[in-house]
């Protein structure tokens, strides 16, 4: 019989001390007396381990028996690079803080200073064309550290540029202080949004924030490059300063021997140089000084080194449900269409019904419905800022949805702007025209035109949107400063006047010098009563650069056409009749 072959096997490697323990994790016995795994070298967690005395944990080798071998880990593959650490996410001061900007130039410091400079000598007097004069030598200033730090000239940037430069035009055409106030205000954002770019909601609405800050870190900018150039032209500061100091002398003199010479000359000096002379007179132009000198430095710093608003999206909303989020606005679109409904009932079946109807008058049912709808129109553009963060964004469907809902409720806003305008009129034709309600106008026929860009934005995209909604609100501020809003409501209440004799003097004499062209048509008594209060007022001396156009063409009627007071014709007030305005 045939002996079976046996097989050469290679000898079983002994287990390892990982196997060896978890064959008697698994529940391997034991065996007693050699060769086999002792309950006492299996570390279990979670349970101390006994010390060799049996007394407690062997707090001495218990890291160096938990932990495996260094040999048991496997090695790196060669050639490889280890991963480094993942950095934290960056926060949001981090995300708006911008590079640091180059040192400053010689145009930035002589611009800056000649804005200090021309704020000193114009600016305490007024606000009139001597607003544009301060701003130019801060543009400048702003210029020269936008080249020096190579930053590009984009289109946007000159948009925003002339249109603040635009705006600080209306101070020297128009005395009126409201309009005034919102072309300078506008002015400013515009000037911040020129120097930081963007176009993003966050740069359009925070840029005047960076403009603001920028103030503090412009002096400390401005001021370590005047350091610098005065540690290296030490030997020339001297002939400058020098030279500086004679010409201030000439000037001076032979100034003051030109004008003893001839009186036109000294007119003529006399208006082109500040009046340095009231008490007062020192510490207001010290202020004024300062404001154009870090306004200037400010404007500079932020056009070296702007602050990337772009840089802070808003996050978009969580998406909703088709039934979750079209129900809601369906239903809104249903009351919208049910009020233009009766509105377009009433403009075709006239107003005389529904005042029948309601119990109401004319002007109550003028004034109820304006205000109501004013808020209407603000917070309909709320629920489409958040209809929009939240629209559903699976696919094409729901583009169309979403288009088709918002597309729908925009057209029956701009109905309902279309009547509060309308009931604005109605308001208008019973009580007269006032700041407040000439103001409203103006707000109601922006807010319309907002409505249509968010209807343009849901066909073309949004990218636009923020710069076109800035650029229109910036249109509809100098719009409103260049129509003279005291001129119209003046020209509309002497038209009311001429009309059915109706006139409000105590409200009229409260108006800038901008009525006074409208106020001049009226018959005596009535005209001098009215521009007696402007009399005082263009007689004060004001310099050229701080008078207004306006002041300038009110002073050339009064010199054709004096004031003649009658005090006892203006007590008695027989020849008009003061309305009351709601």
């Known amino acids: 019989m045939r002996r079976p072959r046996r097989r050469h096997t290679a000898p079983r490697p002994p287990p390892t001390p990982h196997r060896r323990a978890s064959a008697g994790v698994a529940g391997l016995r034991p065996r007693c007396g050699g060769g086999g795994v002792e309950l006492s070298d299996i570390p279990v967690q979670g349970e101390p381990e006994d010390g060799p005395d049996g007394g407690g944990p062997d707090t001495s080798g218990a890291k160096e028996r938990r932990q495996p071998p260094a040999a048991a880990w496997p090695p790196p593959p060669p050639g490889s690079v280890p991963r480094p650490p993942t950095p934290p996410a960056p926060g949001w001061f981090d995300k708006v803080k911008g590079a640091a900007p180059a040192a400053v130039g010689t145009v930035t410091l002589w611009a800056a200073l000649a ?39 984009r289109p946007w940037t000159v948009v925003w540029a002339v249109a603040g430069l635009a705006l600080l035009t209306v101070p020297a055409l128009r005395d009126a202080g409201w309009p005034v106030f919102l072309a300078v205000a506008g002015a400013f954002a515009l000037g911040a949004l020129a120097l930081n770019g963007g176009r993003s909601w966050t740069a359009v609405l925070l840029a005047p924030l960076g403009l603001c800050a920028a103030a503090v870190n412009g002096v400390a900018w401005g001021f370590r490059g005047v350091k610098a150039r005065a540690a290296g032209t030490s030997g020339r500061l001297g002939p400058v300063l020098r030279g500086t100091g004679v010409a201030v002398v000439l000037l001076v003199v032979f ?164 009547s509060a305008v309308r009931r604005m009129d109605m308001y208008v034709d019973a009580y007269g025209l006032t700041r407040l309600r000439i103001s409203v106008f ?122 003649e007071l009658d005090s006892a014709a203006c007590r008695t007030g027989d020849r008009w009749e003061d309305d009351y305005y709601e």
């Open 115 to 153: 804005a200090g400079l021309v704020a000193c000598l114009v600016l305490a007097d007024g606000l009139g064309i001597n607003l544009l004069l301060a701003a130019v030598p801060a543009a400048v200033a702003a210029w020269g550290a936008a080249r020096r730090a190579e930053r590009e000239v």
């Open 442 to 563: 103006a707000m109601e026929f922006w807010l319309g035109l907002v409505i249509v860009l968010v209807m343009a934005a849901g066909v073309w995209g949004a990218r636009w949107l923020p710069r076109a909604v800035a650029a229109s609100a910036a249109a509809g501020v100098l719009a409103f400063g260049l129509m003279s809003p005291d001129a119209m409501i003046a020209e509309h209440n002497v038209q009311r006047y001429t009309a059915d004799g109706k006139l409000d003097q105590t409200y009229l004499e409260g108006l800038s010098v901008d009525a006074v062209p409208a106020l001049d048509r009226l018959e005596e008594p009535l005209r001098s009563c009215l521009l007696a209060e402007f009399t005082d007022e263009l007689d004060d001396g004001t310099p050229w650069y701080a008078t207004s156009w306006s002041e300038r063409e009110a002073r050339g009627i009064l010199a054709e056409r004096p004031v």
């Open 255 to 418: 100034g003051a021997l030109f004008a003893g010479a001839d009186a036109a000359f000294a007119d003529l000096l006399g208006n082109l140089v500040p009046d340095l002379e009231g008490p007062a007179d020192g510490p207001l132009r010290l202020v004024t000084f300062a404001l154009g000198l870090v306004g200037a430095l400010a404007a500079a710093r932020t056009a070296a080194a702007p602050i990337p608003w772009d840089r802070t999206r808003i996050p978009e909303g969580r998406p909703r449900g088709r039934t979750e989020w079209a129900l809601p606005l369906v239903v809104l679109t249903a009351l919208f269409a049910a009020f233009n409904a009766v509105q377009l009932a009433v403009l075709f079946g006239g107003y005389d019904a529904v005042l029948e109807k309601t119990g109401l008058t004319y002007s109550e049912y003028a004034r109820q419905g304006f205000w109501q709808l004013l808020v209407v129109t603000l917070l309909f553009l709320v629920v489409v800022v958040v209809a929009a963060r939240t629209a559903p964004r699976s696919g094409p469907r729901d583009r169309v949805l979403v288009r088709s809902v918002l597309g729908v409720l925009c057209v029956l806003a701009l109905v309902v702007v279309a």
